[in-house]
């Protein structure tokens, strides 16, 4: 289903959710984070949106196996793991998004023939789940000292039955809808460094998913500064 040309970004509100009217509001479901609050990893975070709530940890960079050494830059592992069970293939989908992101993000010429190893737990899943982890790595690797050409920040947006697009969605919503769509934005230039997608959408509708993202990372970049800021004001 394609919308027309005036209809571009302007969406119905849907269960509490959020409501978009052009491309001057936007609102997402509540933050929060926390960092440092694991002792063994190099850099940690958790992150909630809304009811859905992951962990993360940094560990190195360390020394690597020599059947997985890079010698011009360091390699990354990422592991998920599920609240229940064992990973599945839609675990090793979200580790191969993440470690994309990550690479892309990461300076990790600075530390060749070294690993760096990021580890998720899913504490609770309430849809946006990718997302949220993309936002939980940033932070862990932020917390890390990691060098970094930019940050990242994750957004999910679901499209209804109707047409109507959805700003991280909750999982009822997402099995409501006929398209899911995630996308990594950067801090520079809020470009598109990764996208993942599921269901049957038009290039209009997807264009139209992109600027309500790099939109909406605007609050989550924001969200990122004063998190940091009011962490350090503590330490000063």
């Known amino acids: 289903m394609t919308s027309s040309g005036s209809d571009t970004l302007q969406f119905l509100c849907r269960r509490n959710m959020m409501?978009?009217?052009?491309?001057?509001?936007?609102?997402?479901?509540?933050?929060?984070?926390?960092?440092?609050?694991?002792?063994?990893?190099?850099?940690?975070?958790?992150?909630i949106q809304g009811d859905t709530s992951v962990l993360a940890g940094v560990y190195g960079p360390a020394e690597v196996k020599v059947s997985k050494e890079i010698y011009d830059r360091a390699t990354l592992e990422v592991l998920i793991q599920p609240k229940v069970g064992l990973p599945s293939v839609r675990e090793r989908s979200q580790e191969q998004c993440l470690r994309e992101t990550c690479e892309a993000s990461l300076l990790s010429s600075l530390h060749p023939r070294s690993s760096l190893t990021l580890i998720f737990q899913v504490l609770h899943d309430d849809g946006s789940l990718l997302s949220c982890f993309l936002n939980a790595a940033c932070m862990a690797l932020m917390d890390a000292g990691l060098p970094m050409s930019c940050l990242f920040c994750g957004v999910?947006?679901?499209?209804?039955?109707?047409?109507?697009?959805?700003?991280?969605?909750?999982?009822?919503?997402?099995?409501?809808?006929?398209?899911?769509?995630?996308?990594?934005?950067?801090?520079?230039?809020h470009r598109v460094m990764m996208s993942s997608t599921k269901g049957s959408f038009s290039v209009h509708e997807m264009q139209q998913c992109i600027a309500v993202s790099q939109k909406a990372s605007e609050k989550i970049f924001q969200f990122y500064r004063d998190s940091v800021r009011r962490r350090y004001s503590k330490t000063l």
Do not use: W, Y
């Open 19 to 47: 409501e978009v009217c052009g491309s001057s509001n936007v609102t997402l479901r509540e933050f929060g984070c926390e960092q440092s609050l694991l002792s063994r990893p190099d850099g940690s975070a958790s992150f």
């Open 156 to 189: 999910t947006c679901a499209i209804n039955t109707d047409g109507h697009i959805i700003t991280d969605p909750t999982a009822a919503q997402e099995k409501e809808s006929r398209a899911l769509m995630t996308f990594a934005i950067d801090s520079t230039d």
